[in-house]
Every structure is written in structure tokens, then in C-alpha cells.
């Protein structure tokens, strides 16, 4: 049996809040600086922190959909919080990360057409652009995590590309009618990764309702959570939302 983190630290909560800036570029996309654009993703992140989030988590995306770069560069000077930058692996990206310098870049794969981001990154064909993306934000002092699928190979490649930590696509886990095997497969490259010498996170679909089956999967530090806590902020408040997924996260790995 899993018994405990050896951080101590219990598993942590990263609160992605790109959905707070998605509701502000419904109606402000071209008024950013209007003093009526609104919900404001400072107060958001700032409202994370106050209901127990570990860090904040913020995506660029190439058609800037959600989080503009001024977004990004706020939240980080006025949110006493570790940042996670997610970017797609583009010279646009790597510059902003290298200008924002935030403490952790998450690697993930990108095309205009998705929804969200649909499938973790192929580290096993990208290799070389995948290794070298690595180094450079190694080089600036940034702590690296691969959005990669549940798949052995690939927690391997992500190992050997100097990699700190993965990022476990729990989406499949998700939207799985019966997740016991998809759980299996999570539990399989949580094992690989930790046994590998990686921080192992999890994210994507994870909600309110699936997280203490996700809890099964052994060796997590982390957790990435946005869909679902911004959702349930529009009723309870971002303070509480988040407050609440953290009491359903306590005890793992006890
Ligand atoms: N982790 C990564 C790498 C993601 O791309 C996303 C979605 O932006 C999340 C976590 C959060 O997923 P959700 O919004 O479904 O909680």
C-alpha cells in the first residue's frame, strides 16, 4: 500500500484558472483594458490561494483564447503562489516562458482546432524537440513537467529527457463510463515514473464527483484542477470551490 508523499506535504492542489479569463474574453476579447472587463484573474488566483491552492496554473495558448500575456506577467507579480506556465512547445512559448520565468513549465501539445488540450504530448516522436525544449527551460531556472499519456514508453522518454516531473493525462480516466482500466494504466506509469526518479502529477477532466477514485493511483504529488473548480465558483465562490476540493483530497495516501 501507498503511504505517504516523501515531501510530507500531503498531495498538492494547482489550480489552473485559464477558464476565469475564457468567461472574460466572452465579451471583453476586444476591450482587455476596459475597466468593465471582468472576471479579473488576479482576484481569481488570489481567491485560489485563500481557499488553500498550492500553485496556480495558467496556459498561453497560441490564439490566445483564455489568458492573454499581460494575465500571465499580473498573476504572477500580485499572486504569492508557485506559477505554472503549460505552454505548447513554439519560439513564441519558450520566449514568453524564458520572459516570464515562471516556477514550473508544463510541456503540452497544441492545435488551434481543440476544445481543451485533447491528448498528452507524443514525447516518444517529438523527442528531439521534446529534449531540447527541456534544457533550455532547465537553463532558465525552470522546474519541467510532460503532459503525457498513461503509455510505459512515454514515461520513459519523459525520464530521459530530464524531465522533473509528468503530468499524467487523466482525461481518458475521466470520461470513462467504467475507469478501472484506465486506473490500472494510471497506476502502472505512476509507478514507472515514481520508480524512474519523476514528481508524478495528474490532470485533465478531473472533477468533484471522479476525484476519490482518482485517489486509487498510487504515488500523485500533484494535481492540476480548472474546469471543474471554476464551474463550481459560479455558485460557491472561487475561495470555497477550491477549498472544498482540497478537504476531498486530504488523507491520500494515508
Ligand atoms: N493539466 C493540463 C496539462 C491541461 O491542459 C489542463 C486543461 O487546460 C488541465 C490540467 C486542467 O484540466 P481541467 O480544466 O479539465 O481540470
Known amino acids: 500500500m501507498w503511504r505517504g508523499l516523501a515531501s510530507g506535504m500531503g498531495l498538492l492542489l494547482g489550480v489552473n484558472i485559464d477558464h476565469v479569463a475564457t468567461l472574460r474574453q466572452a465579451r471583453y476579447a476586444l476591450l482587455p483594458d476596459s475597466p468593465n472587463a471582468e472576471p479579473c484573474v488576479v482576484q481569481a488566483a488570489q481567491e485560489a490561494k485563500a481557499g488553500g491552492a498550492d500553485s496556480i496554473t495558467v496556459h498561453v495558448r497560441g490564439d490566445r483564447r483564455h489568458m492573454q500575456d499581460a494575465d500571465v506577467f499580473r498573476v504572477k507579480a500580485e499572486c504569492d503562489l508557485p506559477l505554472n506556465l503549460e505552454l505548447g512547445i513554439t519560439e513564441e512559448m519558450m ?72 503530468e499524467l493525462h487523466t482525461g481518458a480516466f475521466a470520461n470513462a463510463a467504467d475507469p478501472t482500466e ?34 486509487k493511483t498510487p504515488f500523485l504529488a500533484e494535481l492540476n484542477i480548472g474546469h471543474s473548480i471554476v464551474s463550481r465558483a459560479m455558485t460557491v465562490g472561487m475561495r470555497q470551490a477550491v477549498a472544498e476540493m482540497a478537504v476531498g483530497m486530504k488523507g491520500y495516501g494515508a
Not at 490500472?184 to 476519490?212: D, F, M, S, T, W
Open 95 to 166: 520566449d514568453l516562458a524564458f520572459r516570464l520565468k515562471p516556477d514550473f513549465a508544463c510541456l503540452v501539445p497544441e492545435t488551434r482546432e481543440e476544445v481543451t488540450t485533447e491528448g498528452g504530448l507524443a514525447v516518444c516522436a517529438l523527442s528531439g524537440t521534446v529534449r531540447e525544449a527541456v534544457k533550455r527551460l532547465k537553463g532558465a531556472g525552470i522546474k519541467v513537467s510532460l503532459f503525457i499519456d498513461p503509455i510505459l514508453a512515454d514515461v520513459e522518454e519523459a525520464a530521459r529527457s530530464g524531465a522533473e516531473m509528468i
Open 182 to 215: 484506465e486506473l490500472a494504466r494510471l497506476a502502472a506509469a505512476a509507478e514507472l515514473g515514481h520508480k524512474l526518479g519523476l514528481q508524478v502529477n495528474a490532470g485533465h477532466g478531473i472533477n468533484y464527483r471522479n476525484l476519490p477514485v482518482l485517489l
